[in-house]
């Protein structure tokens, strides 16, 4: 592999992106490289090193730079959930245009700066950054679609908190107040308890 090339790739984790590419002789090895099998087109202007062993929601992460996980990716992430989805759910903001590769899968939702904003984290897998919503935000998404997940999944999610010695009710109940679930919340919790 070419040495400017490979520097590239050593230098971003086994990724690059069209943005580091600032030559043509680079373009032109990286098509060749591309072409032998070398590397791998993730979708136009990502590229990764092909076999490159890392967790698949590095590359989701790659793919959509400004998403943040969600719901089931997060709520199995946090082990709050035992389901495993095959499919990973990313919220970007509302009217952001994505394009997305036939794989790996993913779900987006589009949502309003008030909710796509609050909880955000960023947490290190492989050590690439990622961004995901914190547990005490991934809570609150729970409450917010449980018509959508089921009462069964709310439930597994909320006895899993409850559970856990790294839960901070101070910044659930801000939360659920701002996301105006503060009622429900309460109610459910109470149920728990």
């Known amino acids: 592999m070419n040495t ?3 520097e590239e790739f050593t230098s971003n984790g086994g990724f690059l992106t069209a943005k580091n590419i600032n030559s043509r002789s680079k373009w032109r090895e990286l098509r060749k490289l591309v072409d032998n099998n070398t590397v791998v087109k993730v979708k136009r202007g990502l590229y990764r090193l092909d076999g490159l062993n890392c967790d698949q929601r590095v590359e989701v992460a790659k793919i959509i730079p400004d998403g943040v996980f969600c719901m089931f990716t997060a709520w199995q ?14 919220t970007v903001r509302k009217k952001q245009k994505v394009s997305l590769p ?11 700066d008030k909710f796509y904003l609050l909880g955000t ?12 919503y914190d547990l005490e935000k991934s809570v609150c998404d729970a409450v917010r679609f449980r018509n959508k997940v089921g009462m069964d999944m709310l439930s597994e999610i909320l006895q899993n908190y409850l559970k856990r010695t790294d839960k901070d009710l101070n910044r659930l109940s801000q939360y659920s107040r701002e996301l105006k ?4 919340m309460n109610d459910f919790i109470i149920l728990m308890l």
């Open 4 to 6: 400017v090339i490979n």
């Open 77 to 90: 992430h946090y082990n709050l959930t035992t389901y495993n989805p095959f499919e990973f759910y990313v």
């Open 102 to 112: 036939a794989y790996p899968p993913v779900k987006l939702h589009y949502w309003i």
């Open 121 to 132: 984290a960023e947490i290190m897998i492989d050590n690439h950054p990622i961004k995901i």
């Open 181 to 184: 679930i503060e009622n429900v």
